[in-house]
């Protein structure tokens, strides 16, 4: 399984993938905590954020609670946050949560389901999408303060 995962991302690196302007891939997850299925396009209408991360990627552990408190900032009338856990064992995603719990959503994609199409290649990597589900930006990487951007960013999207 591996080996194919690897192969479809070495594929999406020589064609790219989303880019700005393109309809975000909708997608079905299921919560890492509760099992129970997200999808995407129920979210349409709201300002959305997708952040795919994993306990043993450093700057995901620190973005994590920046983006929770963002959230709580923001509100969720008009703005969600997703995130994707990628780990290989979903309870590696469970046990930092234990001891970091956010309170927005947070799907298992131990498999590449959900990753694949965004072209995730490397960690963290965030998506904003507007309210049409449409992809305006994306995000590599994370240190603390890229989040005050970031919400300007998201403020400027739900005034629209």
Not at 41 to 48: C, H, P, Q, T
Not at 86 to 105: Q, T, W
Not at 135 to 141: A, D, P
């Amino acid at each position: 399984m591996r080996y194919k995962v690897s192969l479809t991302l070495l594929l999406l690196a020589s064609i790219g993938f989303v880019s700005a302007a393109d309809q975000a891939p909708d997608f079905v997850g299921l919560g890492i905590i509760d099992g129970q299925p997200l999808r995407l396009s129920d979210y349409r209408g709201k300002v959305v954020f997708i952040d795919f991360w994993a306990s043993w990627c450093p700057p995901c552990l620190v973005s994590l609670p920046a983006y929770e408190q963002m959230r709580a900032e923001i509100g969720t009338e008009d703005f969600e946050i997703i995130a994707i856990n990628v780990d290989e064992d979903p309870a590696n995603g469970v046990f930092f949560l234990e001891d970091h719990p956010v309170s927005y959503p947070v799907l298992k994609d131990p498999d590449g389901d959900i990753g694949i199409p965004y072209g995730v290649r490397s960690l963290p990597v965030s998506f904003l999408l507007d309210r049409d589900g449409k992809l305006i930006e994306s995000f590599r990487s994370f240190k603390l303060g890229d989040e005050v951007e970031l919400k300007a960013a998201i403020e400027a999207l739900i005034r629209e």
